[in-house]
């Protein structure tokens, strides 16, 4: 079955610099994985997808994601955080039409 | 600007009670999803449709869960009996077939 994995349950980081959260994968065959971000009370929100193509994938919010396939990995990037970044980050792969979401890293940026 | 629209977004009820929460999907998606999200079991795919039929329940409690849609534009979560352990917060989201899939606001279950 795929699956996917955040090791990081809190990733810290001082606002103004670049940040990364993990995300590692496990399918079989070729993947379709997708990064969402869920603000406090809100619902989750899609920031970016790979589904094949270039391994570097631009979204919102100035988020990209690199698509990794020796090391099984699709780690979330931003060159320069901001306060208002602080959220709950949520992986997720398709697994047959249904999404499966990873355990999810909360973001904190501080001033 | 299209988006799923869930009520109730906030819900108390007293255990033993039914519940019904109610998402209309986006016009032209074909595939709903029911989402449980609690902070010990992160998100748990409950449920999820294609046009309208059940594609896969497994992660449903199945004696007191039930999910319909009983026309393309609503899909409903029913528990009955409720019971504390259903407080969560439950997501109905929609999309096409292995693509993009749009999250509501979510129902915040309270269940005492």
């Known amino acids: 079955a795929q699956s996917v994995a955040q090791p990081e349950d809190q990733v810290n980081v001082a606002e103004g610099n670049p940040l990364t959260v993990k995300c590692t994968y496990s399918?079989?065959?070729?993947?379709?994985l997708f990064w969402y971000v869920q603000y406090p009370n809100r619902g989750l929100q899609f920031l970016l997808k790979?589904?094949?193509?270039?391994?570097l994938v631009k979204g919102s919010y100035g988020f990209e994601a690199e698509f990794n396939k020796s090391q099984t990995s699709f780690h979330l990037k931003k060159p320069s955080a901001l306060v208002s970044d602080s959220a709950l980050y949520f992986c997720?792969?398709?697994?047959?039409?249904?999404?499966?979401f990873g355990q999810g890293t909360e973001l904190s940026v501080k001033p | 600007d299209a988006r799923v629209t869930q009520t109730p977004r906030h819900k108390v009820t007293e255990m033993g009670q039914e519940v019904t929460m109610r998402c209309q999907p986006i016009?032209?998606?074909?595939?709903v999803f029911w989402y449980r999200q609690t902070m010990m079991q992160g998100l748990e795919l409950l449920a999820y449709?294609?046009?309208?039929?059940?594609?896969?329940d497994s992660g449903m409690p199945k004696d007191r869960f039930s999910a319909e849609m009983p026309d393309a534009t609503l899909a409903t979560l029913k528990i009955q009996p409720s019971e504390p352990r259903d407080s969560a917060v439950y997501f109905c989201?929609?999309?096409?077939?292995?693509?993009?899939?749009?999250f509501g606001e979510g129902s915040w279950l309270t269940v005492v």
């Open positions: 790979y589904i094949t193509g270039d391994n």
């Open positions: 449709f294609r046009n309208r039929a059940p594609l896969d």
């Open positions: 399918v079989s065959g070729n993947p379709y």
């Open positions: 989201a929609s999309g096409l077939p292995r693509n993009t899939i749009y």
């Open positions: 997720a792969v398709d697994q047959g039409g249904k999404l499966i």
């Open positions: 016009l032209g998606h074909n595939t």
